[in-house]
Each structure stands twice: as C-alpha cells, then as structure tokens.
C-alpha cells in the first residue's frame, strides 16, 4: 500500500509539474509593447525576439532583444548563418542577459538572401537549438 | 542559265530583279527592327530598383567634427593637392589618386617615393564606405587619411613634420584655422588627424554622378516603357546577368554595388615569391592596434555611434586574402583592377569570374563564387551593363576654386 502511495504522490506531482510547464509554454505570451516580434518554439524553451530596427536591415547594424520562457538560462551563444553560402557574419555580437532578457548588439547581415539566427541555449540540464529563419532582399 | 538546269534541259533564268527586291527588303527588314525587347520579371525589377535611387542621402559624419562644412572642404582639397607633405616635395594625394582618370592612377601597383603592394583604389563615394582600403585597417575616411602621411613609401610627411607644415604656413594655417576655429596648436598628433579630417570633408564631396544605369532604374520604377527602351539591350541582358546567373549582386548590391566587406574572389596573394599579402586579416590585426580607429580618442563623437563595427568586428581564418569588395560606380573609369591590379580591363575581370577556379578560393566553405561558365556574347553583356554605371558628366570638385578666398 505504501509503495502504492508513493506512486500514486509521483505522479500526481508528475502531473503538477508537466501541468506547470505546459501552464508556463501556454503562458508564454508577446511582451508588452513588442509589436513586431516574432516568435520560435523548441522542445524546452520558446522565445520571443524582436529586431532594432524593427525590420532587419541589410548590409547595416542592428540589435535583437529576446524573451525565453522555459527553465533557467544558463548559457547562451547566438550566431548568424547563411545556410546557402555556408558562412557566417563578420561580426561577433555581444550577448548580455538580465534573467530571460537577452539583448545581442552588434549583428550585421551584409548579402541578400536567407539568413538564420541561431541560438544555442542550455540550462538546467537541458540544451537546446532554436532557429529563426528570413529572407533579406 | 546555270549547269545545273541545263544538264535537265529546263530554260532557266534568275528573277534577279524579283531577288534583289526581295533581298533589299529583308535588310529593311533588319535595320528596322526594333532592338529585342527584354521583360524583366517582378523579382528582377524589385532587384533593380534596389540598386538607388541616386544619388543617395547622405549625413556628416559624426566622428569627424568639420564633416560637411565649407571652410574644412576647402582646406581638404587645398591639402590633397600640397606637394610638401611628401618628405620629397614631389608627391602629393592626386598622383596615385588623379582627377581624370577616375581618381586613381591607372598602373597596377601605385607608386609614391617607391612601388607599394597595392593598386589605388578610387576615391569615388568614399563617404558611403564602412570600412577603407583595400584591407578596411581604417574604420574613418579621416584616419584612412593619415596612412599615407606616415608610409615612407607613399608620403611619409609624418605627424611632426606635418603639423610644423601647417603651423608655420601663413596660408595652411588660415585655412586651419577657417576650418576648425582655432590655429594649429602645439599638440602634433591633434593637428596631424584634424588635417586627416580636412581632407575627409573634401573626399566626402567625391560622389559620383547619374548613370545611364539610374535613368533607367528609375524608369523601372516608374514603370515607363518609353525610357526604359532608350536603355541599351546588352546592358539589360548584362544587368540580368548580374542579377542573376552572374551571381554579381551577392557582393555588388545596393545604391553603390557593394555590401562594403571583404572577399576572396581568387585572385592570387602573393606579392612575391614567399611574401603574401594577408588582405582583410592583417586589415582587422592592424585596426585593432590603430591609435586612430574609431574607439580612440580621435573620434569626435562621444556616443561612439560609428564604432559599433569596431567594437564587434571579427577576425576569422577565412579573413587572409579577403579583399574590399569595391563598389562599381564608374568602374569603367578605373583600370586596372583587383587588388594588385593584376586584371587590365573589365572583359579580363568578367572572363576571371567566368572561368574561377572555386579550389583555388581560401572561403573555409563558403559557396559564393561558382565557375559561371559564360558565353563570349554573355561577356561582353556584362560589360556592357558595367559601362553603363559610368556618370554621364565630369565631378563638380573639379571646378572649385583652388584655395579659400579669405586665405589667399
């Protein structure tokens, strides 16, 4: 019986805690005031991302600003990629963060064509990749 | 009567006048026809149009504390043209860099006091630059503006030698003073860099004028069927070309047709047997250690607004033999090309990019640059297209006074 107790309490905080993480994934909602951004899903974590200017100009700098939901951020690396070319950009952004508030400065496209963001995140024993894919013209 | 019909016994005449008629017609015929007409598709006009409009708006720069002003140009183009800033008295800006023949000199390697490795890029649209010199080692049109100052090879006036030039010029330092609102102080290296910036407020004036190219860009935009036929058609095959096929405008896109960085378009390195030139990567190590570059103290501007490139950029294996990707106003004006001059004429660079070899390319993976494999026509379309990025008329500097009134 106790072992059946014991079960039956696991999976009862199982359920509160999957319940919780699909609360929060559900919960994950456009911050205030972002209008134009967009938004990637992985397994473990969402983001919410928005570009400064608001549409990302070619062959000019500009910044990102992101908001994760999912578990604690330990690290996070960002790159751009030209999957087409097969490079990256020439220039190494800054990465700061303030809890699930991430700003990258210093981004720069500079062809025409697809480009992905590409952010490697990991916390909590969990690693994950999240892309975001546009078309600059 | 011909052999033919009398062996068959058939009396046969030639129609001569019937065949000439009709000869003579089929070459009216000819004459008369209309140049082929070629379509653009919605995706190939979108691509055109976004090489303009022309010219484009442009701000000072914030770095440089007399960009844009009168008095600062004036001086610029003053010191662009003073010999004694040469340790010989011999060399000034405008011999590697002359008015006529676009702005550069028309050899493959210039040379000053001595041969330098590199061939003299045109000052045409410097303003519009992010990056300067055949390896960007200059964030600043103002600092790009000093290297040869200090290269013995080139001018090699030195920093001493040319603020003691200024001070003690009653002339050059009027017009200092007319520029900046003070005399040439005592600090050399301040005085030195504020002649850097005179001459940037002279070379931002270097913008190139309207194109057959913009004419009929911008009749593309306006959707006038009229003026785009004055066009000429190899220049819309070419310009479909480097729209397309040609793979041009990876590189070569926007208003001034670059995207300002740095490629390895495989052409060799070497300046000679055992030395090479490290291009874009020995650019960046020498930016970095520059006492010039836009996070030191020189820069004008206390935001830092135009050091976000300096701040981030970054050096990559893939960066050694990088060099500028020009922009290709006027290039038609500019022979010889590359970076050490080696192509003579725009038909050498398009059978170069036509023929590449992509093992030769140092791009670490990178697929930009393919063998194109084009037809001896395609060629000659695409230069076609690349003449017509010549400006329809001679650059209004040249007709400037040559010094400030005042300072006469």
Same mark, same amino acid.
């Given at each position: 019986?106790?072992?059946?107790?014991?079960?039956?309490?696991?999976?009862?905080?199982?359920? *509160?805690?999957?319940?919780?993480?699909?609360?929060?994934?559900?919960?994950?909602?456009?911050?205030?005031?972002?209008?134009?951004?967009?938004?990637?899903?992985?397994?473990?974590?969402?983001?919410?991302?928005?570009?400064?200017?608001?549409? *990302?100009?070619?062959?000019?700098?500009?910044?990102?600003?992101?908001?994760?939901?999912?578990?604690?951020?330990?690290?996070?690396?960002?790159?751009?990629?030209?999957?087409?070319?097969?490079?990256?950009?020439?220039?190494?952004?800054?990465?700061?963060?303030?809890?699930?508030?991430?700003?990258?400065?210093?981004?720069?496209?500079?062809?025409?064509?697809?480009?992905?963001? *590409?952010?490697?995140?990991?916390?909590?024993?969990?690693?994950?990749?999240?892309?975001?894919?546009?078309?600059?013209? | 009567?011909? +052999? /033919?019909?009398?062996?068959?016994?058939?009396?046969?005449?030639?129609?001569?006048?019937?065949?000439?008629?009709?000869?003579?017609?089929?070459?009216?015929?000819?004459?008369?026809?209309?140049?082929?007409?070629?379509?653009?598709?919605?995706?190939?006009?979108?691509?055109?149009?976004?090489?303009?409009?022309?010219?484009?708006?442009?701000?000072?720069?914030?770095?440089?504390?007399?960009?844009?002003?009168?008095?600062?140009?004036?001086?610029?183009?003053?010191?662009?043209?003073?010999?004694?800033?040469?340790?010989?008295?011999?060399?000034?800006?405008?011999?590697?860099?002359?008015?006529?023949?676009?702005?550069?000199?028309?050899?493959?390697?210039?040379?000053?006091?001595?041969?330098?490795?590199?061939?003299?890029?045109?000052?045409?649209?410097?303003?519009?630059?992010?990056?300067?010199?055949?390896?960007?080692?200059? %964030?600043?049109?103002?600092?790009? @503006?000093?290297?040869?100052?200090?290269?013995?090879?080139?001018?090699?006036?030195?920093?001493?030698?040319?603020?003691?030039?200024?001070?003690? %010029?009653?002339?050059?330092?009027?017009?200092?003073?007319?520029?900046?609102?003070?005399?040439?102080?005592? %600090?050399?290296?301040?005085?030195? /860099?504020?002649?850097?910036? &005179?001459?940037? &407020?002279?070379?931002?004036?270097?913008?190139?004028?309207?194109?057959?190219?913009?004419?009929?860009?911008?009749?593309?935009?306006? @959707?006038?069927?009229?003026?785009?036929?004055?066009? +000429?058609?190899?220049?819309?095959?070419?310009?479909?070309?480097?729209?397309?096929?040609?793979?041009?405008?990876?590189?070569?896109?926007?208003?001034?047709?670059?995207?300002?960085?740095?490629? %390895?378009?495989?052409?060799?390195?070497?300046?000679?047997?055992? #030395?090479?030139? +490290?291009?874009?990567?020995?650019?960046?190590?020498?930016?970095?250690?520059?006492?010039?570059?836009?996070?030191?103290?020189? @820069?004008?501007?206390?935001?830092?607004?135009?050091?976000?490139?300096?701040?981030? #950029?970054?050096?990559?294996?893939?960066?050694?033999?990088?060099?500028?990707?020009?922009?290709?106003?006027?290039?038609?004006?500019?022979?010889?090309?590359?970076?050490?001059?080696?192509?003579?004429?725009?038909?050498?660079?398009?059978?170069?990019?036509?023929?590449?070899?992509?093992?030769?390319?140092?791009?670490?993976?990178?697929?930009?640059?393919?063998?194109?494999?084009?037809?001896?026509?395609?060629?000659?379309?695409? #230069?076609?297209?690349?003449?017509?990025?010549?400006?329809?008329?001679?650059?209004?500097?040249?007709?400037?006074?040559?010094?400030? +009134?005042?300072?006469?």
């Amino acid at each position: 019986m106790r072992c059946c107790r014991l079960i039956a309490l696991m999976g009862l905080w199982a359920a *509160i805690v999957s319940g919780s993480s699909a609360a929060a994934a559900a919960a994950c909602e456009r911050p205030a005031g972002w209008t134009n951004a967009q938004h990637v899903a992985g397994k473990t974590w969402r983001v919410w991302w928005q570009s400064s200017p608001a549409a *990302i100009p070619l062959g000019a700098h500009f910044s990102v600003r992101f908001h994760f939901c999912g578990p604690a951020l330990r690290r996070i690396r960002l790159r751009g990629w030209m999957p087409d070319h097969q490079h990256g950009m020439n220039y190494r952004p800054t990465v700061a963060r303030s809890g699930i508030a991430v700003q990258a400065k210093g981004l720069l496209f500079h062809m025409p064509g697809k480009w992905q963001l *590409i952010l490697d995140v990991a916390g909590s024993g969990k690693r994950e990749r999240l892309v975001a894919t546009m078309v600059l013209e | 009567m011909t +052999p /033919v019909f009398r062996a068959l016994g058939v009396s046969f005449r030639w129609p001569w006048p019937a065949v000439q008629a009709v000869l003579i017609s089929i070459a009216l015929i000819i004459v008369a026809a209309p140049a082929q007409s070629i379509d653009f598709t919605a995706a190939e006009k979108r691509q055109i149009l976004r090489h303009g409009p022309w010219p484009q708006a442009s701000e000072p720069d914030p770095s440089n504390r007399v960009s844009g002003k009168a008095a600062a140009i004036y001086f610029g183009r003053t010191l662009f043209f003073e010999l004694r800033l040469s340790t010989s008295g011999r060399i000034n800006c405008a011999v590697c860099h002359r008015p006529l023949k676009g702005w550069t000199d028309g050899v493959p390697k210039s040379r000053g006091h001595a041969e330098v490795d590199r061939n003299a890029l045109s000052l045409f649209n410097l303003r519009f630059n992010r990056w300067f010199g055949w390896d960007g080692a200059q %964030d600043s049109l103002w600092a790009q @503006n000093l290297r040869p100052l200090l290269d013995t090879r080139e001018m090699g006036i030195g920093i001493t030698g040319a603020a003691d030039l200024v001070r003690g %010029d009653k002339a050059l330092s009027c017009e200092y003073r007319a520029a900046f609102g003070t005399a040439p102080g005592k %600090d050399d290296a301040a005085v030195f /860099v504020d002649l850097g910036k &005179a001459m940037a &407020a002279f070379l931002e004036t270097l913008v190139s004028g309207r194109t057959p190219f913009d004419d009929f860009r911008d009749a593309v935009g306006r @959707n006038d069927a009229a003026a785009m036929a004055k066009y +000429p058609a190899a220049a819309k095959r070419g310009l479909r070309l480097f729209i397309g096929k040609g793979r041009c405008a990876f590189c070569h896109f926007g208003p001034t047709f670059t995207n300002g960085e740095f490629a %390895d378009a495989g052409v060799s390195f070497f300046i000679r047997r055992g #030395v090479v030139d +490290p291009g874009r990567h020995g650019g960046i190590r020498k930016l970095r250690k520059s006492p010039y570059n836009l996070l030191g103290k020189f @820069n004008d501007d206390p935001a830092r607004t135009t050091a976000v490139k300096t701040r981030h #950029v970054r050096l990559t294996h893939r960066n050694y033999g990088e060099f500028r990707v020009p922009g290709l106003r006027n290039v038609a004006l500019t022979a010889p090309y590359m970076h050490a001059g080696s192509l003579k004429t725009l038909a050498d660079v398009v059978r170069h990019y036509s023929t590449i070899n992509e093992e030769r390319l140092h791009a670490d993976g990178e697929k930009i640059l393919r063998r194109l494999d084009l037809s001896t026509g395609e060629q000659a379309d695409l #230069v076609a297209f690349l003449r017509s990025l010549t400006e329809k008329e001679h650059h209004p500097a040249l007709r400037m006074p040559v010094r400030l +009134p005042t300072c006469k």
